[in-house]
């Protein structure tokens, strides 16, 4: 069969492989490092599987590409890496030679990292039902003469957050850029004047029908309406990032929430969120879009690792956190994760063993990001 690539290493394939190994013999899988069909952006892998329960041999095969197939079987799969049989357990590793992902994981483990979940929860964005509604700009808001009690700061694109940090400057250069800014957000206290006239536009357009608006009572109210100490860009290129919301201001469900049961670990934790073993765990746990894309959802982002945040490291990471914010406003994400690695592992582990966890999260992007090429 030709499956997805995902098929070796996201949480939701986990029932697929189970069954794989309950119901055949042998596996055998064919990874390719570029992409094979033409015009399409998703991985695909072979799989070969004989009958028989219960799996012996798990083995994965790396190609460039289908020319390689032409060497005939023997020599395809002279070149399989061993992978593990247990349920549960991810397949991605046999895609590494020797014992270079084992080593990186092993680093995580002896640092001692602990969930994103344990920290805070994950949650999505505002789900308005009609963001062209209620996600306004300063010269709608002016048109309609909408009073500031009932608008609230929000954040409609994940672009707009270009740093670890979200600061008032940045929403209100947002604002004066006439991008949309503000939720509105009206109750039956504020429904008179000119919020009255803008919810009366709102019936004359139907909105009240649509699948989200009429399932809220009233209808123009929108619900969950929160300000999360974190951002989290849940849709990435090369890497996701938590950011401050030094702002203040709410979001639609075009970028995720944090919400901490310490609101204090905010900044170390933005910062530390840029170290190459919680990136790993970032491509370990999303999901790998066509185009290259990440996506984290957030069952995912909780299981995500983060560093053990001592006193001193904290102390560290916040006292950086604005060079790392200007390191990746200026697409510096490499420059900005070595920072965070001195800081978080640097004392701690060999240089070799860093190197190695660098080398196991630059493959795996390499991979992912290889379907944005065209064929």
């Not at 009233?218 to 290129?237: A, C, G, I, N, Q």
């Not at 916040?318 to 978080?344: C, H, W, Y």
């Amino acid at each position: 069969m030709v499956l997805p690539g995902e098929l070796l290493h996201v949480g939701y394939a986990a029932a697929v492989r189970t069954y794989l190994l309950q119901h055949f013999s042998s596996i055998t899988i064919i990874a390719f490092e570029e992409k094979v069909f033409p015009g399409a952006m998703e991985e695909v892998v072979i799989l070969l599987a004989e009958k028989g329960g219960g799996t012996k041999h798990l083995n994965i095969c790396r190609l460039a590409n289908l020319v390689d197939l032409e060497q005939g079987p023997e020599r395809v799969l002279r070149g399989a890496v061993r992978a593990t049989t247990e349920p549960g357990q991810r397949w991605i590793s046999a895609l590494f030679y020797g014992e270079t992902i084992s080593r990186a994981l092993n680093v995580i483990e002896r640092a001692k990292y602990r969930p994103l979940g344990e920290f805070g929860r994950v949650d999505i964005g505002v789900v308005t039902g009609a963001n062209d509604f209620f996600v306004l700009n300063k010269e709608r808001i002016a048109q309609h003469k909408l009073p500031f009690s009932v608008l609230i700061p929000a954040i409609s694109k994940a672009v707009h957050v270009a740093g670890a940090r979200f600061t008032i400057n940045d929403w209100s250069a947002i604002s004066e850029s006439q991008a949309p800014a503000y939720l509105v957000v009206i109750d039956k206290a504020a429904l008179y004047g000119p919020a009255e006239r803008y919810v009366n536009l709102g019936v004359t357009l139907g909105l009240p029908s649509r699948y989200k608006c009429r399932m809220r009572e009233p209808w123009y109210r929108v619900p969950y309406v929160r300000k999360p100490e974190l951002f989290l860009t849940y849709m990435s290129h090369i890497a996701p990032r938590l950011v401050v919301n030094e702002a203040g201001a709410t979001h639609t469900n075009t970028i995720h929430g944090v919400f901490l049961s310490d609101p204090l670990l905010a900044e170390p934790l933005a910062a530390a969120f840029l170290n190459s073993a919680t990136l790993l765990s970032c491509e370990l746990e999303g999901r790998s879009y066509g185009g290259g894309v990440l996506k984290l959802e957030p069952g995912e982002a909780v299981r995500v690792l983060i560093p053990k945040l001592t006193p001193r490291v904290r102390e560290q990471l916040t006292l950086n956190l604005s060079k790392i914010d200007g390191l990746v406003r200026a697409g510096q994400i490499e420059d900005a994760s070595l920072l965070v690695d001195r800081i978080v592992l640097g004392k701690k582990f060999a240089r070799a063993e860093l190197e190695e966890v660098r080398s196991v999260l630059s493959s795996l992007r390499a991979r992912r990001m290889s379907r944005s090429r065209t064929s």
